[in-house]
């Protein structure tokens, strides 16, 4: 059985450093290395009980547990996985039988109980806090085959992982540096996507990420370096669901955007209580057909294809397969202006990020606006990673133009402490003239656009600058 490698991982194969950090840029192979590397040593030493992380048990399912599988089968490498404990037995020939165990944080206090963990690799550990490291690191303490091992696997996201810059990194190092890090038997591994061992991967990546420009979210993606992104368009809070009974909510309402080769197929379902809004992750994966969009979906428990689902209607050939397929599915209200009203409309209402939805939170944290070659906003949104954020403005956008706002005109449904509160918001919102409800009906024309470009360039003019600003 030959394994790819890249030449740029291969040296790590042998690094028995208690704390292997692999940060670096999208695309560039980190996690597919770290999943190989606990395969050969499963291989090689046997015995082992190798412990897999994600904050989120759902998201590890998705993600690593699923790139576990793939490998094995693309491989013909025999396995048994126990889909209720999320664990897969390996028996290489030579050599004991290893457990692979994935586990999410989400259930923490059953961590203790898992015993004889011989090594462990956290994906995304950007999503950890440093007291959900250390209690990972206490767990790492028994006689092991071989050496014990905590692999970490990130994008080098200031605001998510600030914990691990200042715990392994120093600010003397280069931007790209490899090497030993601060912390005791510690090493930093640097990569980018022209590390990826497979050319078409690079290439599918290169194209993304070239068309980055902005410098922030260029600097963490494409160079894999540490930035702070700043600018963010939505503050969303995380909480739980407050109600798990479908008959609470006054609506539930489902927005999808597209993914293809290295784009993620995302899938929020919307929960609604009056003016209130909630969002849970239910599927984000690259590189899925319609059929196995459908089928993905349809193991989600208390998925229902006959709710309402707002895709984004780019792709019309795509809307009618999942429509063949049984699912209640509609095109996105995508009228020009539609992306600049929608981002309004969601910074006036009251959303939150149902708890557990890992990759909303991620995208929230990096939803910016781009900036110009001066440095100044732009009022519109980097498009990188934004493909719960275009999903939940698809469906929220779509409730509240066919369902909320005809009502909210007439008084029926929405009242008015509630219209005023929105308005409220707006007027808060200093980037934005007042909005009145009956304004939010519908995305602006394109005569209503025209007038607000010449209203800014006149005020350009009286300024001596134009300070490239949308106004809604």
């Known amino acids: 059985m030959k394994i790819k490698l890249s030449r740029r991982f291969i040296p790590l194969l042998n690094r028995a450093s208690r704390y292997l950090l ?61 889909k209720t404990d999320l ?84 600010d003397s190092m280069p931007a790209d540096y490899s090497g030993p890090g601060v912390y005791p038997d510690s090493y930093l591994h640097h990569s980018t996507f022209l590390d990826n061992p497979i050319k078409e991967i690079r290439e599918s990546y290169r194209a993304v990420l070239d068309a980055l420009k902005d410098p922030t979210t260029r600097k963490i993606y494409a160079l894999g370096q540490w930035g702070a992104i700043k600018g963010l368009f939505y503050t969303w ?68 294809p006959e709710r309402l689902e707002v895709w984004d209607s780019e792709d019309p050939k795509s809307i009618a397969d999942i429509q063949g397929m049984g699912h209640n599915a509609v095109p996105a209200l995508k009228p020009p202006g539609s992306v600049e009203y929608g981002i309004k409309l969601l910074q006036s209402l009251d959303i939150r990020i149902v708890e557990g939805s890992t990759n909303i939170e991620k995208e929230r944290r990096g939803y910016k606006a781009a900036v110009d070659a001066q440095g100044r906003s732009t009022g519109k949104p980097v498009k990188f990673k934004d493909h719960f954020m275009d999903g939940s403005r698809y469906a929220i956008t779509y409730i509240w133009i066919k369902h909320l706002a005809p009502y909210a005109q007439k008084g029926r449904a929405i009242s008015q402490p509630a219209k005023k509160q929105i308005e409220d918001r707006l ?40 300070r490239g600003r949308a106004v809604y």
């Open 237 to 304: 809070p995380t909480e739980p669901l407050p109600s798990l009974d479908p008959d609470w909510y006054d609506e539930i309402v489902k927005g999808g955007d597209w993914g293809f080769s290295v784009n993620e197929t995302a899938v929020v379902r919307v929960y609604r209580k009056g003016l209130v809004f909630w969002l849970e992750e239910l599927l984000y994966k690259p590189g899925l057909g319609n059929k196995a969009i459908d089928e993905q979906l349809r193991e989600i428990p208390g998925y229902d």
């Open 87 to 170: 664990t897969i037995k390996i028996s290489p020939p030579g050599v004991k039988p290893s457990t692979l165990i994935f586990w999410g944080l989400d259930d923490r206090l059953k961590l203790k109980s898992i015993k004889r963990i011989t090594s462990v690799w956290i994906e995304e550990a950007t999503e950890l806090t440093e007291d959900d490291f250390t209690q990972i690191d206490l767990r790492l303490r028994d006689v092991v085959p071989g050496y014990r091992q905590i692999l970490m696997s990130f994008n080098p996201d200031e605001a998510a992982g600030a914990w691990i810059r200042d715990l392994f990194f120093q």
């Open 22 to 82: 692999l940060y670096g840029g999208a695309g560039s192979g980190k996690s597919e290395f770290c999943l190989r590397k606990v395969f050969l040593r499963c291989a090689d030493e046997g015995d082992h009980r190798y412990l897999i992380i994600r904050k989120v048990r759902n998201s590890l399912k998705q993600s690593c547990w699923q790139a576990f599988i793939e490998f094995f089968e693309e491989n013909g490498i025999p396995y048994k996985q126990n």
């Open 427 to 466: 007027r808060e919102d200093r980037s934005a003239r007042p909005v009145s409800i009956s304004q939010l009906r519908q995305p602006p024309s394109e005569q209503e656009e025209a007038g607000d470009k010449k209203e800014k360039e006149a005020k350009g003019r009286k300024h001596g600058t134009q």
